[in-house]
């Protein structure tokens, strides 16, 4: 049985809830330069465009809803954390808000939120709904210099010293939807696998650091993940076709 889970997704587990991932040809991202949306330089040469892109995906997550991917995690840190008095960490690099949506209680959005704002004058990071715009001003003090609180290219991910303290603690590893390209969460599993826990990938096919798992089961993560889970709950132990 496993003590100390700790599970990473990436934009594959909300790509069949119907958000584009990264990478892909008809993606929202496909039609601007990472450069001009996802870094800082980028914003500060064009604060309204970059406003306006990041409006345009929160209003786009009205809609969405989470997949048996996201709802089978939800029952994991629910009922295995119940059941077997464990921990089950959800560390996410969606800014999506669809692991809440499913019910997940304990999740690192290490990339920050889509419905977050961050005042660059103060520094607070809030809850934020609605379109945000350089007139925008900060709900605490007052100043025009609110930003989306999302963790462009060359910024520091939010919490790592936490994650680190995870990862170096978990006996269980599961990366899900990610490509294995974006640093440091493509440099998890090393640390989870020094930490001697298994280590598990769920994606279409093997991602660029798939080879460091023990493990890699392929197919959509809708599919693989729920009986993976209930197996998981019931057992305490992994499906027996997954050999690490
Ligand atoms: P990525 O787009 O680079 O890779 C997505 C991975 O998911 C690929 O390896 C792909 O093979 C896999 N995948 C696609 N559909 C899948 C499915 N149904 N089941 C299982 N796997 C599937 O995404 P990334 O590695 O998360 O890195 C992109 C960065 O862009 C993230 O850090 C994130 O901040 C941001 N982003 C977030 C969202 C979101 O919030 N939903 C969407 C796009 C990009």
């Given at each position: 049985m496993?003590?100390?889970?700790v599970?990473?997704t990436g934009?594959?587990?909300s790509?069949?809830s119907?958000?584009?991932?990264?990478r892909s040809?008809?993606?929202?991202?496909?039609q601007e330069?990472v450069?001009d949306?996802?870094?800082?330089?980028?914003f500060?040469r064009?604060?309204t465009?970059?406003?306006e892109?990041?409006?345009?995906m929160?209003?786009?997550l009205?809609d969405?809803?989470?997949?048996?991917?996201?709802?089978?995690l939800?029952?994991?840190?629910?009922?295995?954390?119940?059941?077997y008095g464990?921990?089950?960490?959800?560390v996410?690099?969606?800014?999506?808000?669809?692991?809440e949506?499913a019910?997940?209680?304990?999740?690192?959005?290490?990339?920050?939120?889509?419905?977050?704002i961050?005042c660059?004058?103060?520094?607070?990071?809030?809850?934020?709904d609605?379109?945000?715009?350089v007139?925008s001003?900060?709900?605490?003090?007052?100043?025009k210099s609110?930003r989306?609180?999302?963790?462009?290219?060359?910024?520091?991910?939010?919490?790592?010293?936490?994650i680190?303290t995870?990862?170096?603690?978990?006996?269980l590893?599961?990366?899900?939807?990610?490509s294995?390209v974006?640093?440091?969460?493509?440099g998890?599993?090393?640390?989870?696998r020094?930490?001697g826990?298994?280590?598990?990938?769920?994606?279409?096919?093997?991602?660029?650091?798939?080879?460091?798992f023990?493990?890699?089961?392929?197919?959509?993560?809708?599919?693989?993940?729920?009986?993976?889970?209930?197996t998981?709950?019931d057992t305490g132990k992994l499906?027996?076709?997954?050999k690490?």
């Open positions: 496993y003590q100390n889970i599970i990473l934009a594959g587990i790509a069949e119907g958000i584009p991932v990264f040809e008809t993606g929202l991202w496909e330069r450069e949306v996802a870094t800082y330089d980028g500060l064009d604060k465009k970059v406003h892109f990041y409006n345009k929160r209003r786009s009205l969405k809803k989470p997949n048996p991917a996201h709802l089978a939800a029952r994991l840190e629910k009922e295995y954390s119940k059941k464990a921990n089950v960490n959800l996410t690099q969606n800014i999506d808000d669809l692991h949506k019910g997940s209680q304990k999740i690192i959005h290490m990339h920050g939120k889509l419905k977050s961050l660059e004058h103060c520094n607070k990071r809030y809850p934020f609605e379109d945000s715009s007139e001003e900060c709900k605490f003090c007052h100043h609110l989306p609180d999302i963790v462009w290219f060359g910024e520091m991910p939010y919490q790592m010293d936490e680190e995870l990862l170096s603690k978990c006996d590893f599961l990366s899900i939807g990610t294995g974006v640093y440091p969460a493509a998890f599993c090393q640390v989870a020094a930490s826990a298994a280590c598990i990938e769920f994606n279409l096919s093997q991602s660029a650091v798939g080879s460091q023990n493990c890699g089961i392929y197919g959509k993560a809708s599919k693989t993940l729920p009986e993976f889970v209930s998981l709950i499906p027996d076709n997954v690490l």
